[in-house]
């Protein structure tokens, strides 16, 4: 069995600095206005371009560039240990000589081990203890019903830092609430001032109005008729305009989900649907919008209902 392993070194990322700036260094040359480097803001401005690109270029190869380190072994038995949780992780034990040269090169792609490396300022670092008898990092597999909170305080009381997947996971829920929370707000403010609208379009077809109002009273058309009636206009709007509101955001997700789908089988991720859009979603939305709508419109039906019809068809 061959085990290979990609590490980040300082050794990749200056290799990636010096081979990108080997190729295009003639071109960087005749870039160079030879007579511009008697200017100081000039200098300095090229100086920093240059650090800028070198240090992208370092950070790239540190992360991408990474060097591959193999060892052949042999099998020589099989564990029969059972599983826990819903990750299939089997144990493997292989000689310390060997895992110490598959350390030593280097920091893993682990997540963890980056934060770990960054936390500890040892992310640049290439030195450690290989000699076995110390471990930069030990993973504690847990049940999942344990508090992970308690043994994360009782591994720090030890003096060790402690890194939980769980509860990055529960900052990253913390982080999406506040998220929904904020758009909670903007929807919340967008809904006011559409209802704000529809009261002032209704008000002013009132006003435009007055002469319908007052033949419909005249013929007799009773108030609880004229409200019904501006009610069902406000609703119709509402209706309309949560119909469109919905087939625009259908049109965007289906943008968005083909432009990010397009992405994941670029990267060779299996494809997922990031929205949904079920039948009873739409249902709600348009129900919110027809109600929001009502609401807006009762009170311009109610100032309608009251006009003097006498009043109204004086005036015009």
């Known amino acids: ?4 392993v990609k590490v980040s070194s300082i050794d990749s990322g ?9 190729k295009d260094l003639p071109k960087r040359l005749k870039e160079i206005n030879i007579d511009s480097l008697l200017d100081r803001e000039y200098r300095l401005r090229l100086v920093r371009g240059e650090i800028s690109k070198a240090a992208g270029l370092f950070v790239d190869g540190f992360l991408n560039a990474r060097e591959e380190i193999s060892e052949t072994l042999t099998v020589c038995g099989v564990l029969d240990v059972g599983r826990s949780g819903r990750f299939r992780i089997e144990p493997m034990i292989i000689p310390m000589v060997t895992a110490r040269h598959l350390t030593a090169g ?7 081990d980056f934060i770990a490396a960054l936390a ?3 992310l640049f670092s290439t030195t450690g203890d290989f000699s076995g ?3 930069s990092q030990v993973t504690l597999d847990l049940d999942s019903h344990a ?7 009782s591994v720090e009381a030890l003096g060790f830092r402690a890194f939980s997947y769980a509860e990055q996971f529960d900052e990253i829920r913390r982080a999406f609430f506040y998220f929904d929370l904020a758009l909670g707000i903007i929807g919340l403010i967008a809904l006011i001032t559409a209802s704000l609208g529809i009261v002032n379009t209704m008000v002013m077809s009132i006003s435009e109005r007055r002469r ?4 419909l009273k005249s013929l007799g058309g009773d108030d609880a008729d004229i409200r019904l009636l501006f009610l069902a206009e ?3 709007i509402g209706a309309v305009g949560a119909i469109v509101g919905i087939i625009t955001g259908w049109l965007i997700t289906r943008l968005a989900s083909f432009i990010a789908v397009s992405f994941m089988r670029k990267e060779g991720i299996p494809p997922v649907d990031l929205f949904a859009l079920p039948i009873w979603l739409i249902l709600i939305a348009l129900g919110i919008g027809i109600i929001v709508s009502l609401l807006a419109g009762y009170y311009p039906a109610s100032r309608a209902s009251r006009v003097d019809p006498v009043d109204a068809l004086r005036n015009e």
């Open 147 to 153: 508090s992970h909170k308690t043994i994360r305080d």
């Open 234 to 236: 406000s609703g119709v």
């Open 120 to 122: 500890s300022g040892n």
């Open 212 to 215: 319908e109002i007052g033949v």
């Open 133 to 135: 008898k110390n471990y």
């Open 14 to 22: 200056l290799a990636h600095v010096l081979a990108t700036e080997k």
């Open 1 to 4: 069995m061959i085990i290979s």
């Open 106 to 112: 280097g920091m893993g792609s682990d997540p963890a």
